[in-house]
């Protein structure tokens, strides 16, 4: 689905990442649940280093992604793909047990799996050649394998989390392609096909083309050798 101008559905993400993040900011969710639902929506861009003011109004710490639809309002990635969800019968199914199934799923990677996420890459990225990091690499990867040893389980014989593909899939690859280096993810050949599989689908690669698509109009221009004043 073309990101639409005039889409009533408005999802705000940042112009420009540094190159670590660039297709692992939060909004992918919002907009590969809308590629999969067949939902257009538009952009509103801000800046991730200055970030506006009046946007604190609409989200407390300034990240992103918000939602805008109408009049409704709605921040954090887990509330907003609830509520896409509810206009999606696929993304989020309307028989009790499958719909229950599926908000438990989506919960359990936002919750129980992404924390792991979160820390492994602070320690990779942030902490590379700290002493710190090297101290606490085992124990973390030891944490990562027993969070990880129940979704191989749950994974091993079918292909998505609670039967077809929901925004509890959506969530739960996002969260596992950051412990996609870690040691334990490597003893988990269920989850690394489960990835493989949610990265296949057209609706994602729609979704991260256009997430990345801004970084290079937006990209910070490198300094010239004049820029000092010299």
Known sequence: MPIDPAAPLEITAFEWVPEFAQGFVRDLRLRWACEEAGLAYRERLINAVERPQWYFAEQPWGQVPALRDGDIRLFESGAILLYLGERSETLLPREPQPRADTIAWLFAALNTVEPCGIEFANLNFFGANE?????????????IARRLAPLEQRLAGRDWLTGGFTIADIAMVTVLRELADSAAMRECPALAAYIARGLARPAFERALADQLAPFSTHAPQQPTENDDGR
């Open 131 to 143: 002493e710190w990091a090297r101290l606490r690499r085992p124990s973390l990867e030891e944490f």
